[in-house]
């Protein structure tokens, strides 16, 4: 169960979130002060023995983060640099209590998006938009032309969301079949290298039988050769004594 810090704070990031939902003028100081108490309850609640999950935790710092950096792209100058601003913005994935549909962080930065691409179109067409004008049209009686730029615009930046959502859901597509491209090069070179540790053991195993068998060739070999010299000397001694024996015998003729 929520302890009484947590509620509180609940309370207050759902009236933080609703206040910037809302078209703000230049003396509004409430958002301020209220994010400045977020941030001291969240580090209270992160000391507390009864603190929430670490999950909600996170859940809770990247809303509060939201929240300031929401204020501080309110306070740049240039219509361009809010809105590059906000495409760094990251907004809380769950709700925040529990009626709504849809994480009211993830409204307030489509609105802040399509009012920062609305005040850089006006730039660029250079018919800037008085604040009494910008209120009226946030008021729901808007002429049917300017509500259909409305729609048009925000289904424009809906699109634009969809091709984010779907370039990153290919990168990380991309990623994993690198990933397992990478496990199978691996695995590739690892049975490459067994076989090329294989190949060498057999190698040294048949370098070793072959100098055996040379070192065994070359002994019968000085071996044969002694048999042939013996052989050799026999004959020439057999020769010689039965030339003696036959000059002895049979003397010469006068």
Known sequence: MASRLEINFIRLLSRCESIASEKRGEAEWRLDKYVGALEEMLSALRKSPSKPTPEVLT?????????????????????????????????????????????????????????CTGEMRDELL????????????????????????????????????????????????????????????????????QTLSQSMRQADLNFEKLKTESERLEQHTKKSVNWLLWLMLILVSFIFISMILFIRIFPRLR
């Not at 240039?78 to 962080?105: C, D, V, W, Y």
């Open 59 to 115: 859940e809770y710092t990247r809303k509060v983060d939201f929240l300031k950096g929401l204020l501080a792209a309110e306070k740049l100058t240039s219509p361009t640099e809010k809105a590059l601003a906000n495409q760094f913005l990251a907004p809380g994935r769950t709700p925040t209590i529990a009626h709504e549909r849809m994480s009211a962080s993830k409204t307030v930065h489509m609105q802040t998006k399509a009012r």
């Open 126 to 193: 250079g018919t800037p938009i008085s604040s009494k004008e910008t209120d009226l049209r946030n008021r729901r009686g808007l002429p049917l032309d300017e509500r259909q730029s409305a729609a048009e615009l925000d289904a424009v930046l809906q699109h634009h969301h969809n091709l984010q959502e779907k370039l990153a859901e290919d990168m990380l597509n991309l990623a994993k079949n690198l990933k397992n491209n990478t496990l199978a090069a691996q695995n590739i070179i690892r049975q490459d290298n």
